[in-house]
């Protein structure tokens, strides 16, 4: 097996398999692997260094009077910071939003170049729904094999507490045209055509632009389809909620840099994870199919300000600058699918279940072999029916063209640590923070592989594998 | 106004009813034991039984006999249980509740009473669900029409999936007859008068979001995707499972079944209380239909009856209104003539010739004028990819733009979204040039009527076209076999003739060569069918079938033109006998150097039968630019912006170059109408004789759909039927007379006249 590798320098890795092969007593590799490793030939290992984030918090909270880009910035720093990383040898960042800040619509730059980053070091901004620092990642992991990089600083950030509230379309006409307007009389003209109607704002669009359809609504048709009830879907919540406490509350969520917010306190908590009972959350009603839905407030994700990032490097290069990686990660094992069908039919938030299998065969993997766990938890109802639909023989058969079904993840191995039910769910931050959530936890556990998956509007969704670097 | 009533022209557009010939088929009830039911079963689940409605023999529900019998059983047997509270009434098939009564049933009943007896027991079993001590509430996917929504609407709750298939609607007007079972009493009781005759006068379907706003339904259901079942069985599934929960609501006093009324209903209802009130709304109402219907059809007019009655005298004399207009109508020959015509366009939604070889995926259409366009849009609306060819960008830029509006008129009606436009115009791909024919299955071709340019496009075609590829002209009167003398491969040449505005117009005439074959005609009638045409295939000749029968009309108009009968006149004559449009007014629309082309071309082929007025005449006001609406003159003047129209004065200059002296033996206004009828009625029966047409059947649907016939009269078929042949001839020998051969009688029609009991329709 060690004729697999190509790369010299990571003769470290080898050693870990080599160990593990002699100890069998090892208590979760108990169970053979498919595959020892998934390491290619000819493909330069890329590692994820390390990954921090601010805390989450809900939105029109502490946070309520910054900007995006200050809670990008929280993260950045708190990136360097931890890991000591010479911010000129990072060669590049790329960074998620999802509702873009018109005043800083390239965020990832705003945001480097606040954080001291150097000015030569390029930054973009990407956008693909809640999976905008999936893709990030994705990005940054491409740039490393390729040999194009060495350093990249992934990440993502999202800032509910304000969102860009415009005029309307007539009215913004108007007042572009009185810009042309040269003489008063062409002004005044123009402004005797304002009504009342030109006054009425836009709000961001809270549903999809191609299907017209909300999230939740969409949601709990989802759940519905797959006949998961209310009382599954507040179990899967409090679950969240209960899991995320005991994490909070044992020190495990590493991953929160403290965030000084300018005139108040420093922030070090999340602030959404609030273990409830299920005759409170029985009590709620339905969020967005009345009367009848079972998607309410408290099995659903909440609007979170938040930010995130990572570091991912060549493995060569960040053994030779000293760092210990925490998990290799591969471009090779990122996924998108976008359904071909954006009728009502389909539901946006179901792609997990077909990015997943396409990961596992590209890899040679079995869901067994996975030890850890970590999907996005956009509504209980969503992840129960992607979970129903993995396990389900009829639906792999007849909507995904498989012979047979995947199988869903036990649940003694999945989102141990809570998820965006419960630590909430900035968009475009979620990403960075599962990759790392399952780094950590791998290392926690002792476990080799972790999966990765995230949905997200338009029907596109995101798996990545994630593999424990030896300790 | 509080409603409209569809006009003529589209008096038969939105024949929406999917009542299908339901035979009782006996072995169903031979291979099962004699006490199990076949079309209505239940479960009870819990203290709520949920009745399935499955008519195994149909694709659709109808309120059969046998389904009535089954469905009052287990409405006793559901009363009698104690464990019982409440029952949930659905239909096991994806996409029909109950679609209606039989048709069949009601057909097959030989007077008045046994017709009215039917709607009798229709009110009473109604009745008894209506005031049922245990809820019954419906749950409604798919079509709820006729008797199907008046069995929802007697039930004490609705609740609808928001599926596009799941519509209501009464749409028995449109078969000339009335809802029989309580519909005219419940509607305006439950949804106001206005909307009640709105809804039973135009026969509308109205989509389950609507309906919850007019207060039809009371609860909405969202369709769902795939589960761990198909979309349809969940839906079905999921619809049932909160119907269930609504009737243990409404036993447990959860969910009140007295809607708080808005404040508008208040008003309206306040309004409605007064005698003064509602009898001005039937006056009014009754007026518009009159203005409409001209007097041709009386179900309308039996429906406000019968509304009056209920209303004003009580239920009671409602429900007696109701049944016995409900008698009289079934046994009108307007209601046979309209059923007729029902059966008939679902005989001409199917495809007789086969299932093709190849599936047509790409279609190219050279010519983005009105019709090329217009296929286009018809083309791209159903996904076909289509390649829109013209040879200027002017003509390309008018032609996109065409297809644009159509889409885009669609989404302001918010029948489609602006995004479903987007991707629909994805597959319409506007050029100059002939790339990318080589992928093209089939080319229409939509270019000037003129022989020669037809033979040039065609060889043009061929040269760049794969060999399976077919041809198909859209031509309304060059002789195919003319067309395809210049094709390498003339059984791949097929005429298919679009009617304007092409998305409105459901009608397509195809036309066959002898040398045509069996494979192109299925191609070509599985395209017409998914651009959702109703199709008739005819044989080659010039003029085809429609445009040769309205070519002697239209002879006959311009010389009732010439003995000075004014076009406003002419065209209250002709609207008098039922056809949507008037003959001046038709001739503007088609474009009158179309007609004199036309007239001259049949007038070359068919000789002094065709004749009439004079083709100069025509042929003058071209040379004079009055060439109809196209070019804003015509018989009228348009202008844009202006509805109302007047005759053009220069018209009147013409027609005293050309004046002739009427007869007046022949001359009074019904004479004028048989003139005018009776030529295109022989000219229908003569194509059959002669074979252009394969049957009555579609020939009545080709003159009705594509042509205008009156829908009353079902047809020039239906019409010698019921009219009698005897009598139609001795009115033409009259005008022989006078005229000459353009008169005489063809043979087919003779037979008929000689021999009475022969019938074009059974």
Not at chain 2, 172 to 181: D, I, K, M, S
Not at chain 2, 261 to 282: H, T
Not at chain 2, 313 to 342: H, V
Request: charge should be positive; aromatic fraction near 6%.
């Amino acid at each position: 097996m060690n004729s697999l590798r190509t790369c010299p320098v990571n003769s470290s890795r080898a050693l870990q398999f080599a160990t593990w092969a002699l100890s069998a007593s090892a208590p979760l590799q108990a169970q053979a692997k498919s595959k020892k490793t998934l390491s290619k030939p000819g493909v330069r290992n890329v590692v994820l260094v390390e990954g921090v984030r601010t805390p989450f918090l809900q939105a029109g909270t502490t946070y309520a009077d910054l900007m995006a880009h200050d809670l990008a910035r929280g993260a950045l720093q708190g990136l360097l910071n931890r890991t000591a990383f010479p911010k000129e040898a990072v060669d590049y960042i790329v960074y998620g939003t999802v509702i873009q800040e018109v005043k800083t619509s390239n965020v990832a730059r705003e945001a480097a170049l606040g954080a001291g980053f150097s000015d030569k070091t390029p930054a973009h901004t990407v956008t693909m729904a809640c999976i905008s620092s999936n893709q990030a990642m994705t990005t940054a992991v491409g740039l490393v094999a390729s040999g194009q990089c060495d350093a990249v600083v992934a990440g993502g950030v999202e800032f509910m507490s304000d969102v860009p509230i415009r005029h309307s379309r007539k009215m913004r006409k108007m007042m572009l045209s009185l810009n042309r307007a040269r003489t008063l009389g062409a002004r005044l003209s123009l402004l005797g055509s304002l009504r009342l109607s030109h006054l009425v704002p836009e709000l961001p669009a809270v549903s999809e632009f191609s299907t017209a359809e909300m999230m939740g609504h969409s949601a709990d048709r989802l759940a519905a389809a797959f006949g998961i009830s209310r009382l599954d879907q507040d179990e899967f919540a409090l679950r969240s909620h209960v899991l995320a406490k005991k994490a909070q509350d044992e020190g495990l969520l590493t991953d929160i840099v403290d965030f000084k917010v300018p005139g108040k306190d420093i922030v070090s908590k999340d602030n959404g994870i609030r273990p409830s009972t299920m005759e409170q959350m029985s009590k709620l009603k339905p969020a967005f199919i009345k009367p009848h839905g079972t998607v309410t407030a408290a099995n659903s994700s909440y609007l979170t300000d938040g930010a995130s990032a990572v570091l991912i490097m060549s493995e060569e290069k960040a053994l030779a600058m000293g760092y210990k990686p925490k998990a290799y990660l591969s471009d090779s094992f990122s996924d998108f699918l976008f359904h071909g069908k954006l009728t009502k039919m389909r539901c946006v938030s179901f792609s997990p279940t077909y990015a997943i299998p396409k990961v596992l065969e590209r890899s040679g993997l079995t869901l067994a072999d996975i030890d850890a766990f970590e999907f996005h938890e956009a509504f209980a109802g969503q992840v129960l029916a992607n979970l129903t639909a993995m396990e389900s023989d009829w639906f792999a058969q007849n909507c995904m063209g498989r012979k047979a079904k995947v199988g869903a993840p036990p649940m003694e191995k999945f989102n141990l640590w809570g998820g965006s039910l419960s630590l909430g769910h900035p968009f475009a931050a979620t990403g960075c923070r599962l990759v790392t959530m399952v780094a950590h936890r791998l290392k926690k556990e002792g476990g080799q592989y972790g999966l990765v998956a995230a949905c997200a509007a338009g029907g596109q969704g995101h798996a990545m594998l994630v593999e424990a670097c030896p300790q | 106004m509080f409603f409209v009533i569809n006009t003529h022209t589209h008096f038969l557009s939105r024949f929406s009813i999917r009542v299908v010939l339901t035979q009782q088929s006996l072995c169903g009830r031979q291979e099962t034991p004699w006490t199990a039911r076949t079309h209505v079963n239940y479960e009870i689940k819990g203290d709520v039984a949920v009745i399935r409605i499955n008519d195994p023999t149909s694709k659709v529900n109808t309120l059969s006999v046998h389904m009535q019998k089954e469905m009052t059983e287990i409405m006793d047997e559901i009363w009698a249980n104690n464990a019982i509270t409440s029952a949930v009434l659905i239909s096991s098939k994806p996409g029909c509740f109950i679609a209606g009564a039989d048709i069949n049933m009601i057909q097959a009943c030989k007077s008045t009473e046994e017709v009215t007896n039917l709607s009798q027991e229709g009110q009473k079993m109604f009745e008894k669900i209506e005031k049922s001590p245990k809820p019954v509430i419906a749950a409604i996917n798919g079509s709820c029409l006729g008797g199907g929504l008046e069995l929802a609407i007697a039930c004490q709750y609705r609740v609808a999936t928001k599926n596009k298939k799941t519509v209501l609607g009464t749409p028995e007007v449109l078969l000339g007859l009335l809802p029989g079972a309580g519909g005219t009493q419940r509607l305006p009781k439950m949804i106001g008068l206005p909307g009640a005759f709105d809804m039973m006068l135009t026969g509308r379907n109205i989509r389950s979001d609507k309906a919850k706003k007019m207060g039809l339904v009371h609860q909405l259901v969202d369709t769902l995707g795939p589960g761990l079942k198909s979309p349809e069985e969940r839906t079905i599934e999921y619809l049932e499972e909160i119907a269930v929960d609504c009737a243990r609501g409404i036993v447990n006093k959860k969910i009140p079944l007295a809607k708080e009324k808005s404040m508008m209903q208040k008003i309206q209802d306040y309004i409605m209380s007064y005698p003064f009130v509602r009898n001005q709304i039937y006056s009014t109402v009754q007026k518009k239909v009159m203005k409409q219907t001209k007097g041709l059809y009386p179900a309308p007019l039996k429906i406000i009856e019968c509304v009056k009655a209920g209303m004003e005298q009580g239920l009671d004399a409602g429900y007696l209104a109701e049944s016995q207009n409900f008698g009289k109508l079934a046994m009108t020959s307007e209601s046979r003539a309209l059923i007729g015509l029902y059966h008939g366009q679902v005989a001409c939604k199917k495809n007789r010739f086969g299932v093709p070889k190849k599936d047509v995926k790409t279609l190219a259409i050279l010519g983005a004028g009105l019709m090329g366009a217009g296929i286009a849009q018809v083309s791209v609306d159903k996904g076909i990819n289509t390649i829109l060819k013209d040879t200027t960008l002017e003509g390309l830029n008018r032609g996109q733009q065409q297809v644009y509006k159509g889409l885009n008129d669609k989404t302001k009606k918010k029948s489609i979204t602006s995004f479903e436009r987007d991707s629909t115009l994805s597959s319409l791909t506007g050029q100059l040039d002939y790339s990318g024919f080589q992928k093209a299955d089939m080319v229409i071709e939509a270019v000037f009527e003129d022989i020669a340019i037809k033979h040039k496009v065609l060889r043009e075609v061929e040269a760049v076209t794969s060999p399976e590829c077919i041809f198909a002209s859209n031509t309304s009167a060059l002789p195919i076999k003319d067309i395809a003398a210049a094709s390498t491969r003339p059984e791949k040449v097929i005429g298919m003739h679009y009617f304007s505005p092409v998305d409105k117009m459901q009608l397509l005439e195809i036309i066959t060569t002898d040398k045509t074959s069996k494979d192109t005609t299925a191609s070509a009638v599985a395209v017409g069918l998914k651009q959702g045409k109703i199709i008739i295939v005819v044989g080659d000749g010039p003029g085809f079938y429609t445009t040769r029968c309205l070519a002697p009309m239209l002879a006959e108009a311009v010389r009732v033109l010439q003995e000075g009968v004014d076009p406003k006149k002419l065209d209250s004559l002709t609207t008098g006998f039922g056809f949507p449009v008037g003959a001046a007014t038709l001739a503007d629309e088609v474009g009158i150097d179309v007609a004199a082309h036309v007239a001259e071309d049949l007038g070359k082929a068919f000789g002094s039968r065709f004749g009439g007025g004079d083709p100069e005449l025509l042929k003058t006001m071209v040379e004079k630019g009055f060439k109809g609406r196209k070019s804003g003159k015509g018989c009228y003047l348009y202008q844009p912006g202006l509805k109302h129209k007047d005759v053009n004065p220069e018209l009147e200059e013409i027609l005293e170059l050309y004046k002739m002296t009427p007869n007046p033996a022949v001359s009074s206004d019904s004479d004028v109408q048989y003139r005018l009828v009776s030529r295109f009625v022989n000219e229908a029966v003569l194509c059959l004789q002669e074979g252009i047409l394969a049957n009555p059947v579609e020939g009545d649907i080709g003159a009705v759909f594509g042509l205008g016939f009156p829908p009353c009269l079902g047809g020039p078929f239906r019409f010698v039927d019921t009219f009698g042949a005897d009598k139609l001839v001795e009115k033409m020998r009259r005008f022989e007379e006078v005229y000459g051969n353009q008169f005489t009688p063809c043979s087919l029609l003779l037979d008929h006249a000689k021999d009475p009991s022969k019938k074009f329709h059974k």
